[in-house]
């Protein structure tokens, strides 16, 4: 019924007043083309259009919100159902718009969502829909055609993103952003009511961002049962985090000079009574879902402290352990107090507790909430490791403003680096000035003999990765540090670079 009482019938008022003409005459010409509007805005059936368009709109982008979009889904979901004719509902998500507005301010924010809408308004026809769902979000539902399959919905897919991506002027400057596009045909949707459909594209969407930015996913019908499966791991994260499931597993780093051990890095496992080992990629990015980021940095604190009163009780000489700072950690203004109170309690020096902390935090960041807890940190005494390093283009005066104690180098520069002459300059380059900086360095990824050798011959101060050991659990710790005191009795020391 919708294309007989929605806005296609008005196609169809030229044909029908001609044909009163050739049958009644003039009259009858006049009656109809007058008389068919009239009745149909006495009927209300004119204003029902204008419901589709949404009564409520986005103050930015001037687009329909969330009521209006469903409003014009339901719609067109009948209607399809009817005719058979074909439609797609896509999903659009700017990727990282909370950090432009946290470094570029909301009025930036805004202009972004305002562009955003315009380009996507101008790459459909006039008879699609697009509106605003959230801060960062965009929905876009096509008006019935007769031929859609699924390699044009891609197309429009690439198309939209393409225009999303496009630079936006921002203060003289191109600000470049990217998104994510997920999608669903309507002969894809499953069967159901309009809600259903709308899912299905929210699904896709949220499997393309599980890629990583500037990622298109069309729906198919197992994202239900891998996004059901993501839910449940949801739910049983903080019951995880309570009852011990999720504990830190620790790998030691030692010195390339003395070959002793200078500390444990406590690294977050999750031993899932059914499935087993949750691999971290697979169950931080759950946990930070589930807002429960900080959760997992206090749980990690208290058994990393934990360990060190026990390593120092069973005569173990672990001079610090260190955790990572989440970047969620790091915007709570109680931060410093909570670290102060828990060394304390463990009866601990802040100096063997290290802050590890991603490059991209330290060169990113103008939050000054950040930066007071990071310095903060530093001035109670805590050792400040850039986690990362070479990853995230951090400058020379970041590193003394966040009084960074060691910069940690990132795997990617160590692989192979005894046999490629490339890797090995980019390390010199690095050591060279962290040795100017007079600060300490760590090597991670550490997996040979030959990559172990040629840190330290070029000056690495520490070493970490599968080539000294394993993440292993606590109760693994005491007997591989008792094998590696009895190692290190009968090895020589690697000497330096001296040249």
């Not at 769902?133 to 197309?155: K, M, N, T, W, Y």
């Not at 952003?177 to 002969?187: D, E, K, Y």
Request: charged fraction near 20%; proline fraction near 4%.
């Amino acid at each position: 019924m919708s294309v007989v009482t929605g806005p296609p019938i008005l196609a169809f008022l030229p044909a029908v007043t001609l044909a009163a003409y050739w049958i009644a005459g003039e009259t009858a010409l006049i009656l109809v083309a007058l008389g068919l509007p009239v009745l149909y805005a006495m009927t209300g059936v004119v204003g029902s259009w204008s419901g589709r368009a949404g009564s409520a709109r986005d103050g930015v982008t001037g687009l329909p919100l969330r009521d209006g979009f469903e409003a014009i889904l339901e719609q067109i979901h009948e209607e399809t159902e009817v005719t058979g004719l074909r439609s797609a509902c896509y999903m659009i998500e700017i990727d990282d718009y909370r950090q432009v507005v946290e470094r570029n301010g909301q009025a930036t924010g805004d202009l972004v969502m305002a562009r955003t809408g315009e380009r996507l308004v101008a790459t459909l026809r006039n008879g699609d829909t697009v509106a605003r769902l959230g801060d960062s979000r965009f929905a876009i539902c096509l008006s019935p055609v007769r031929q859609l399959d699924l390699e044009l919905c891609i197309q429009l897919a690439g198309r939209l993103q393409s225009a999303v991506e496009e630079p936006i002027a921002v203060d003289g400057t191109g600000l470049q952003m990217t998104a994510c596009v997920g999608f669903c045909p309507r002969s894809r949707a499953p069967s159901g009511r309009a809600g259903e459909w709308q899912g299905a594209a929210a699904a896709a969407l949220i499997e393309a961002q599980g890629v990583g930015p500037s990622t298109i996913r069309a729906y198919s019908a197992d994202m239900h049962r891998r996004n059901q499966t993501r839910s449940d791991l949801r739910e049983e994260a903080a019951a995880a985090l309570e009852n011990g499931q999720i504990q830190p597993w620790f790998q030691p780093q030692i010195s390339t000079d003395t070959g002793r051990i200078t500390g444990f890095e406590a690294l977050a496992r999750w031993l899932h009574p059914l499935h087993g080992t949750i691999a971290p990629n697979t169950f931080l990015p759950v946990l930070e879902e589930a807002g429960l980021l900080e959760r997992l940095g206090e749980v990690m604190l208290f058994n990393a402290l934990t360990a060190l009163k026990a390593w120092d009780a069973a005569g173990c000489d672990i001079p610090r352990v260190g955790i990572n700072a989440s970047h969620s950690e790091l915007r709570n203004p109680r931060l410093v107090d909570k670290i102060r109170w828990e060394l304390d309690r463990f009866d601990l020096t802040p100096e063997r507790l290290s802050i590890e902390i991603l490059e991209t935090v330290v060169s990113d960041t103008l939050d000054d909430v950040i930066s007071r807890n990071i310095a903060g940190l530093s001035s109670i005494g805590c050792r400040i490791d850039l986690d990362d390093f070479g990853t995230g283009h951090a400058s020379i005066s970041s590193l003394r403003r966040f009084q960074v104690s060691c910069i940690k180098i990132d795997r990617s520069f160590v692989a192979k680096a005894d046999r490629d002459p490339k890797q090995q300059q980019m390390i010199a380059a690095i050591l060279t000035m962290a040795e100017r900086l007079r600060l300490e360095t760590l090597a991670e990824g550490v997996e040979t003999v030959g990559e172990h050798a040629l840190l330290a011959q070029l000056g690495c101060d520490h070493v970490q990765g599968y080539g000294i050991a394993r993440p292993m659990p606590f109760d693994q710790t005491l007997d591989w540090i008792a094998a590696h005191a009895a190692k290190l009795q009968d090895t020589p020391q690697i000497g330096r670079h001296t040249g």
